[in-house]
């Protein structure tokens, strides 16, 4: 728990995740924001309760991590293009976000932090799962730690685990999905294993969400090692869950995390408004 004002950090699991309380984001000054900034960086998961967010104010708060980065699948709201809805109807059965993976690994530019944030919310469920990649780097053995550094993935948007973009989008019918014909074609190559300049620590940038083989290996070659760091970065050690509420903007630092959006409120309306934010080069 910091010590300074009335800002209130406390963590919500052993490896990763903070709630943050007792700020406004939209008139912090900037010594407040060194402190939620530092709580980013600190538990690379933070959820900060009861804001009162318009557009403009997610896009000023985005910006302290740099520029948007643009999501090519779902049209933004009116005025807002690199602002969109994540809305699942109650008689929607499928959810979008759902599975483990870190935000739009197969762009060149993959975002340093994604900002989410609660505008409606089931009475129960629909919480988010998220994983630290950083712990789960740090407890492999060193000769995996040096196999992994000299592997790069190579990550594609086309879903191909759930029969492909298009169709498993069309079945999110509460959101303004578009392009997702051309899901195959956004490819990127990173490395296996990311260094967080920040922080010194190095991270396991692989998901079964979107990295479909090694470069250089086969996709059945790749498919047993991507199941296996899946399973790793996973374990009930490395998780922390967010629950939800009307006015919770979860920030959360892709570098370093994965996520997973539990659909388990099958009946209910659940609204988010998302933006990824600081292009980043993964080294
Ligand atoms: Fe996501």
């Not at 804001?51 to 999501?71: K, T």
């Not at 499928?94 to 989410?116: C, E, I, Q, R, V």
Request: with cysteine.
């Amino acid at each position: 728990m910091t010590q300074d004002s009335t800002i209130k950090v406390i963590p919500i699991a052993g490896s990763l995740g903070a709630e943050v309380c007792g700020v406004d984001l939209r008139t912090m000054d900037n010594h407040a924001w060194a402190q939620v900034h530092q709580a980013f960086l600190d538990h690379k998961v933070i959820a900060v309760r009861d804001q009162d967010l318009s557009p403009q104010d997610m896009m000023d708060i985005g910006a302290r991590f740099g520029e948007p980065n643009h999501y090519p699948f779902v049209k933004g709201i009116d005025g807002f293009p690199f602002l969109f809805d994540v809305v699942k109807e109650p008689s929607e059965t499928k959810n979008f976000g759902g599975g483990w993976h870190s935000d739009t690994t197969y762009m060149k530019t993959p975002p340093m932090a994604t900002l989410l944030y609660a505008i409606e919310t089931p009475e129960k469920g629909g919480d988010t799962l998220y994983c630290d990649t950083a712990a789960a780097y740090e407890a492999l053995s060193e000769r995996m730690k040096e196999l992994l550094g000299s592997l790069k993935g190579v990550n594609s948007a086309g879903l191909k685990h759930l029969g492909g973009r298009k169709s498993h989008h069309a079945t999110v019918g509460g959101m303004a999905i578009t392009g997702t014909d051309d899901a195959d074609s956004y490819e990127a190559v990173h490395p296996i294993v990311r260094s967080i300049e920040e922080t010194g620590q190095k991270s396991i940038y692989c998901s079964r969400g979107h990295t479909i083989r090694f470069e250089g290996m086969t996709e059945d070659e790749s498919r047993p090692l991507i199941e296996w760091l899946q399973a790793h970065v996973t374990r009930p050690e490395f998780t922390c869950r967010v629950r939800w509420r009307p006015g919770t903007i979860t920030i959360w630092d892709n570098r370093r995390t994965q996520h997973n959006a539990v659909n388990d409120y099958q009946g209910m309306r659940r609204h988010m408004r998302r933006l990824t934010s600081g292009p980043t080069h993964p080294v």
